[in-house]
Nanobody, 123 residues
Framework: QVQLVESGGGLVQAGGSLRLSCAAS????????KGWFRQAPGKEREFVAA????????YYADSVKGRFTISRDNAKNTVYLQMNSLKPEDTAVYYC????????????????WGKGTLVTVSS
């Protein structure tokens, strides 16, 4: 059974940092691009960041560019999202995503989802 399990979410004050991790089990995703999406209360799920299978190319939403960094460790079948300078508007459930066809830049591109981890940024 394929599972993507996120961890690292929690409550942090504005300006603080968190590091999210997403570990895969049941299948090796080292040859596939991965990404992070988020969904705030009452809003649609939106793209946050993505990374190519090699880690050589990264992509970010304008709202997080310069503050968030996506990375991966293929040996550990894990993708990370380092989040710095957090803002209250970053509050959301963050979802790990894997695209087997292309870089997951939209929900349509995602073939596997994690169950999400909640990030709450207080002002």
């Amino acid at each position: 059974q394929v599972q993507l399990v996120e961890s690292g979410g929690g409550l942090v004050q504005a300006g603080g940092s968190l590091r999210l991790s997403c570990a895969a089990s049941g299948r090796t995703f080292s040859r596939y691009p991965k990404g992070w999406f988020r969904q705030a209360p009452g809003k649609e799920r939106e793209f946050v960041a993505a990374i190519s299978w090699s880690g050589g190319n990264t992509y970010y939403a304008d709202s997080v560019k310069g503050r968030f960094t996506i990375s991966r460790d293929n040996a550990k079948n894990t993708v990370y999202l380092q989040m710095n300078s957090l803002k209250p508007e970053d509050t959301a459930v963050y979802y790990c995503a894997v695209g087997t066809r292309q870089v997951p830049g939209t929900a349509y591109d995602v073939d596997y989802w994690g169950k999400g981890t909640l990030v709450t940024v207080s002002s």
